[in-house]
Structures are given as structure tokens and as C-alpha cells.
């Protein structure tokens, strides 16, 4: 989810999963694959460059660590 302005100055957020063109004719066209169209304040370069964040933080591996009591055990084996 992105977070982007209406050209009222609203905030409202975005599935950006959902973003099939984007189109700066002044304003910030997003057409959907839902085939909804969005327009936002944003400009164009700042929804992708907000895009390919997000997809970046989908991407990320989750990494655990385990508490101090099992490094000691796995240790002793």
C-alpha cells in the first residue's frame, strides 16, 4: 500500500498491486487492473519511486533470531 494526495490535498491510500498504467497529463492518471481510475497530486516519478518501495519491502526476507537461552542450548549441542 502506498500513501498518496488527492488533488485536494486528501491523503488516501493505494493498493499499488493494483497498478496496471500511470499516466502524468498534468495531473497523475493511475489506472487499475479493477479498471477504476485514480488521480493524485503525486507526481508521476513519486508513485513509482513509492511503487518500487513497497515491492521492495514485500520482497525483504524476515530474518529470526532466536532469544538467548536457545543460542546457549544450541551451543551445548
Do not use: W
Not at 487492473?33 to 526476507?61: F, P, W
Request: glycine letters at 4%; one cysteine or more.
Amino acid at each position: 500500500m502506498i500513501a498518496l494526495q488527492r488533488l485536494n490535498g486528501q491523503t488516501f491510500v493505494l493498493n499499488a498491486d493494483l497498478i496496471e498504467t500511470i499516466e502524468s497529463t498534468p495531473d497523475t492518471i493511475i489506472k487499475l487492473t479493477t479498471g477504476k481510475t485514480m488521480v493524485a497530486k503525486n507526481s508521476l516519478e513519486d508513485v513509482v519511486r513509492k511503487t518500487i518501495k513497497y515491492k521492495q519491502l514485500c520482497h525483504q526476507t524476515i530474518q529470526v533470531t532466536g532469544t538467548e537461552k536457545e543460542k546457549q542450548t544450541d551451543k551445548k549441542e
